[in-house]
């Protein structure tokens, strides 16, 4: 047992700093999820040029292409081994061992940088101290977690000594922000921002809902769809001007304002071309000023106004499950979202994310039992 994480990151410390770091997401170049797959060699040729571009941390996992993301990884970084480091992944249902040693022959090297638990599903406890013992062997330099309730990264920082936590963030979803991004900071943690263009929207380039092919994950991204696109396709059209006046593009704008974020250390951003390189990995990326993030949280803040519940929401809601009560007490025009999804998480019950509450409360409003 190991109480508490490393302040340090060991042997990661090079590549994680205090300024937040632009680093790849190796799924989309696995050729798979992200609808029609680009021809090997220019998936290639994007991560040759992210390392040309100065990037040095490339995460991927073997779910990724089912392992294609780690074979290219291996074969284009071979000759920079010692300049980059590179994070991969354990299924929560996988053998730990047989699984690394997998991905480690995709890899084409002896060791990762940083092996990650994919998710927290059940026995993930005695997954996780398997990770920390194929560390002990010098399978992996670091171990860290994804995907976990703040309660589970409590408890996981007493079974093994993590360097990194990894999740979802991006200027509109900001779940992290509640309980792990503050938990992090507090114990050392270097935190890991995965969708930091929440799936592509953030480039600005949807003007309407997208229509996926089949095989691409985000045709079941609830953001895509309805009146959640709408919301957000407005605030995209309101920040459009904060980014022109800033003389950058939305996509700079979208990480400026992550960069900006206490205890954010690394960034990783999808791209499968040289030309989604060109866009995302500008040299030395900066923070956005203070003002400049305000301005662009205000713009959020007022598209996700807390709702209210109507009068008639008291009466109907007495006949529903415990979650839709829980979420329609605490709809009193004041209360984040965000807010509501981690203090039922709190309790250490099936957990919440805001984009829960949303839903149900778009549901609502449609019925006349709540207004925003």
Known sequence: MCEGARTDVGPLSRFLDVAARLGFGAWAVGGSGWGAAEQESERAAAIRHAVERGVTFFD??????????????????????????????????????????????????????????????ERWEWQLEKLHA???????????????????????????PLATYQAAYNLFDRDVAERT???????GLAFLAYRPLAAGLLTGKYAAPPQFADGDHRRQIYWFKGKEFERRRDVIERLRPIAQREGISLIALALGWLRSQPGVSMILVGARSRAQVNEAFVPDPRPLIPDTCCAIDAIVADAFRPARATPQLGD??????????????????????????????????????????????????????ADV
């Not at 010098?138 to 093994?160: D, F, M, P, S, Y």
């Not at 991004?181 to 114990?187: A, F, Q, T």
């Not at 529903?320 to 509501?340: C, H, K, P, S, V």
């Not at 099936?350 to 019925?367: N, R, S, T």
Request: with cysteine; aromatic share 4%.
């Open 60 to 121: 991927t996992a073997p779910t990724y292409g089912a392992g294609e993301s780690e074979r290219l990884l291996g074969r284009v970084l071979k000759g920079e081994r010692e300049r980059v480091a590179i994070a991969t992944k354990v299924g929560p249902r996988d053998d730990p061992r047989a699984s690394l040693e997998d991905s480690l022959r995709r890899l084409e090297t002896d060791y990762v940088d940083l092996v990650q638990l994919h998710e927290t599903l």
């Open 134 to 160: 194929l560390q002990l062997a010098g399978k992996a330099l670091a171990v860290g977690l994804c995907n976990a309730t703040h309660l589970q990264l409590e408890r996981a920082l007493a079974i093994a």
């Open 181 to 187: 991004l503050p938990l992090c900071r507090e114990r």
């Open 316 to 369: 109907a809601a007495r006949t529903w499950g415990e979650r839709e009560r829980f979420i329609a007490a605490r709809l009193d025009g004041t209360t984040r979202y965000e807010a509501i999804a981690a203090a039922w998480t709190d309790r250490g019950d099936q957990p919440m994310i805001a984009a829960q509450v949303k839903v149900f409360v778009d549901q609502l409003v449609e019925q006349g039992l």
